[in-house]
């Protein structure tokens, strides 16, 4: 299949960005989206030009290096998919497809279509762990966890980081990816003795980072690969006022 | 050739750790704060490691070349962690685990760190729930359990199909603990380009950040190598893009010795490569053998839709040749029948490199939805990458490179034989032998790091108390430092015609050919030249654009693809030396009249640990394995 690819090339963080135009002409609907750029870069390269940076690992949906937005939605048209996911089946031949990166002020861009991602690090550093000592624990049957609570602790920690909530977000919020962190672990019994301070703590960091606040539009389930709930934003918010409140 | 020497403590094989950790020696907790480890690799093996070593007060650096720790491989295992809990009171414990792990090894692999990895274990499982890891419950809220990988017992634990993602949240947790608490620091983005060395003790290593292109210098007490495995060599393999042997390869050049590097794990049931665009082989659960049934058409190059191919003219070739465990032979037998199949005109699909998982009798036999509540996810990722329903069509399965048994050779301090570097998880060689069991390699990595390592560099840097940290402005430090830049200086001025990607494929595709599911002393000959050959075209015709002072991912791919283009020539040499079949490694010359593996252990009863040489062949060192604790016996899976 042809394509006619818009895709957003900028030197470094500091140096103004544009869309510039490509065409490829022997796309294969069997190809992933990634793929397709290999394809793409390669004409760069056999062109003695600089390629398209791009972040990816795995490409099975599940490291979160990958993301983009392709046109105008991150990680692209496909529901519950992340970029790698994505294949070329879900365009038409002669498409055109406009490749932009994660954009955010709390996600600088590095180069072309990557992004650094380091402040959802920060917000997981700040707080988003249970504090045990790795020797220190006890018998794992001594804790026992519905398998209600398990799942419903799951669902939160099969977030991937990839930053696609943000990036669909008008206010640039993190709300959804430090939501999951804290519901996955304040559904545990084990990690309800940090509940408060853990809450206040991540919230924090996420405001200190620059990412904006969460006005419930609920972009970001909409985009996100694991199909995380915004369910865990209200609780979240939930647990954010009952820390302050001190109940 | 020397008889190398592992340190195995003495007593009987269930007291050595134990032992071990009552004898060795410690750090008090003063010292260790000014101390410094360097840890590269933030998966389960170097993560777990970083955080251990924090917690204990070590002032940890801790590098990726990811943009996240959170990123490491680890993530992508699906399967589960075994265990010997018990919990099933289905007559598991250590010595059984132990036991199934040697035999699955073919005997290849070191008793007493086996039974270690197998004792530790039970702890592992307690340390990960503590962490928060949501492992799959019963209703009665204990932890559940599954059979996984061809053994009797039920000691697998999981989180639906993302156990490795899980496990390796929670020592990402761990790490950011530690972070917080300012005893890691952490270095994301940045690639280690060699290891520093003097006289004959690992000082230091060289990164190079990957945003900036800066060249760095790091020294420390000790360095631990975490960086996983090296089976992406094949281009196509379950491995991630990024998947590298740089950081093993290089400490192989300084030194460390390289150990059973031809033993490779191939995965059965990955999804084939569907196009000359492909760039990575997704793995499907091999759970999925318990209820689909592998067949080809009996007639070679028959390419009739699958459903119009009636029962008599399919091979169920599995079934045919291993009436008793049918689909569920191990791994190494699967994918070889596949590829035999394969080879024999029999392959199915586009490329005509795969082979049929067929659910039809499944879904007839127990229901469209049983089967979707067993499998609903992975079928589902299987229309996502294919397009195909495989309710309706059978899926196509292929072989796929997976796990490398082979790394650092290691001794039972998980020390390499360089003085202070140590290497945990699957970039050391220790715990398989010559084929994995599946879900013990999370094990492996985890209580690699997160336990063992924690006491046995102690044992090391007690020594050390007194020494200070080597100045990064030492003469071993300028020399690896310039030739790292001169490495990339090189490949940057090539200027030829090919991408690093051709050369990266076609050395894949000439490995799965020579050194794959099965070798020959003509196929590995064969690869010997040709990868060298392929070498030289690579520093004359390799075509890298951009600089190397800034973000350049087609210069990173060109670093590792370079230290591929030499490891996989040793692949060759290391295969083509044992002569003999085990395990994952199988010489055509060595088989019985069924086609079965032909071991010679009086022969090839030994690891085979390579040190390097700057001109000439590789020098064989051995390990020779005794077993006290198993009778040595012939797999038998008829
Ligand atoms: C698809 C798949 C499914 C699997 N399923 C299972 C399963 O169900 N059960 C099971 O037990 N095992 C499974 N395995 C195997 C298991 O996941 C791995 O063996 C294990 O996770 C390896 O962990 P590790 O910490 O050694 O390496 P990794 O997790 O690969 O981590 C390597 C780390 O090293 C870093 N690194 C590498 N090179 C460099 C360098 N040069 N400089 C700086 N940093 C570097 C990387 O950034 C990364 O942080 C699976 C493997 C795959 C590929
Ligand atoms: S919540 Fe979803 S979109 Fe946001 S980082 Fe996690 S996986 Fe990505
Ligand atoms: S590359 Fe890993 S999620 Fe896309």
Known sequence: MELNLRIWRQDGPDTPGQLVDYHLDNADPGMSFLEMLDAVNEQLINNGERVIEFDHDCREGICGSCGMVINGRPHGPAQGSSTCQLHMRSFQNGDQITIEPFRASAFPIIRDLKVDRSAFDRIIDSGGYISTNIAAAPEANSILISKDEASHAFDAAACIGCGACVASCKNASAALFTSAKVTHLVNLPQGKVERSTRVVQMVNQMDTEGFGACSFTEACEAVCPQQISVNHIAQMNWEYNRAKLGI | ?638
């Open chain 2, 1 to 638: 050739m020397t008889m190398l020497d592992a340190k195995i403590p003495n007593g009987p094989i269930e007291k050595k750790w134990s032992e071990y950790q009552a004898t060795c020696s410690l750090v008090n907790a003063a010292n260790r704060k000014r101390m410094t480890v360097i840890v590269i690799g933030s998966g389960l093996a170097g993560g777990g490691a970083a955080a251990a070593l924090g917690e204990l007060g070590y002032h940890v650096k801790l590098f990726c070349f990811h943009d996240s720790t959170r990123r490491a491989h680890s993530v992508a295992a699906q399967g589960g962690v075994n265990a010997a809990k018990n919990y099933q009171n289905d007559g598991d414990n250590v010595y059984r685990m132990f036991y199934d792990a040697i035999k699955g090894g073919d005997y290849r692999s070191r008793e007493a760190n086996v039974y270690r990895m197998a004792e530790l274990s039970v702890r592992l499982i307690d340390t990960c729930v503590a962490q928060g890891v949501p492992f799959a419950r019963e209703y009665g809220g204990s932890l559940g359990n599954r059979s996984f990988g061809g053994v009797q017992v039920e000691r697998t634990f999981y989180a639906q199909g993302q156990t490795g993602q899980q496990l390796l949240m929670g020592t990402n947790s761990a790490i950011a603990r530690q972070v917080k608490a300012g005893r890691i620091e952490r270095f994301s983005r940045h690639e280690m380009l060699d290891l520093v060395v003097k006289n004959g003790r690992a000082i230091g290593v060289i990164v190079r950040d990957a945003i900036t292109g800066e060249i760095e210098r790091h020294a420390a007490h000790a360095v631990v190598l975490g960086t996983g495995g090296y089976a992406k060599i094949y281009y196509l393999s379950t491995m991630a893009m990024g998947c590298n042997a740089t950081a093993a390869w290089k400490a192989h050049k300084r030194g460390a010795f390289l150990a059973n590097p031809s033993f490779v794990q191939v995965h059965p049931t990955s999804l084939p490569a569907l196009g000359k665009h492909q760039s990575k082989l997704t793995l499907m659960s091999e759970s999925l053998r318990n209820d689909g049934r592998i067949w080809v058409p009996a007639r070679a190059g028959d390419d009739r839709s699958p459903e119009k191919i009636p029962d008599s003219e399919r091979d169920y070739y599995l079934e045919r040749k291993y009436p008793a465990f049918g689909n569920l032979t191990p791994r190494d037998i699967a994918a070889r029948a596949a590829k035999e199949q394969i080879d024999a005109g029999h392959g199915v699909g586009p490329m005509r490199n795969a082979v049929f998982l067929d659910f039809r009798d499944a879904i007839a036999q127990h229901g469209r939805e049983t089967i979707q509540s067993r499998y609903g996810n992975l079928f589902g990722m299987y229309q996502k990458i294919t397009g195909i329903d495989a309710y309706v069509t059978p899926m196509l399965i292929a072989p796929s490179p997976h796990f490398t048994m082979g790394g650092l050779w290691v001794d039972y301090e998980l020390m390499t034989t360089i003085e202070g570097l140590y290497a945990c998880g699957e970039c050391n060689f220790a715990d398989h032998g010559s084929n994995r069991l599946g879900a013990n390699s999370l094990l492996q990595a985890c209580v690699d790091g997160y336990f063992i390592l924690p006491s046995t560099i102690g044992n090391f840097l007690s020594s050390r108390i007194k020494e200070p940290l080597s100045p990064t402005d030492g003469p071993e430090f300028d020399q690896a430092e310039s030739k790292a830049r001169e490495d990339i200086q090189k490949l940057l001025s090539i200027k030829g015609r090919q991408p690093v990607d051709y050369f990266h494929r076609t050395l894949g595709a000439t490995l799965w050919d020579c050194c794959g599911i099965s070798r020959s002393r003509e196929s590995l000959n064969r690869g010997i030249e040709q990868i060298r050959e392929l070498r030289e075209q690579f520093w004359n015709d390799v075509n890298i654009t951009g600089g190397a002072h800034e973000p350049n991912s087609e210069l990173e791919k060109a670093t590792r693809v370079m230290d591929f283009l030499e490891l996989g020539e040793l692949m060759c040499i290391d295969a083509l030396h044992r002569e003999e079949s085990c395990g994952a490694h199988f010489r055509e010359e060595y088989q019985t009249k069924e086609g079965e593996s032909l071991r010679n252990d009086e022969g090839f009863g030994y690891v085979s640990a390579w040190q390097h040489r700057a001109e000439g062949e590789p020098i064989l060192h051995k390990e020779p394995l005794s077993f006290e604790a198993v009778n040595v016996m012939t797999r038998n899976y008829k």
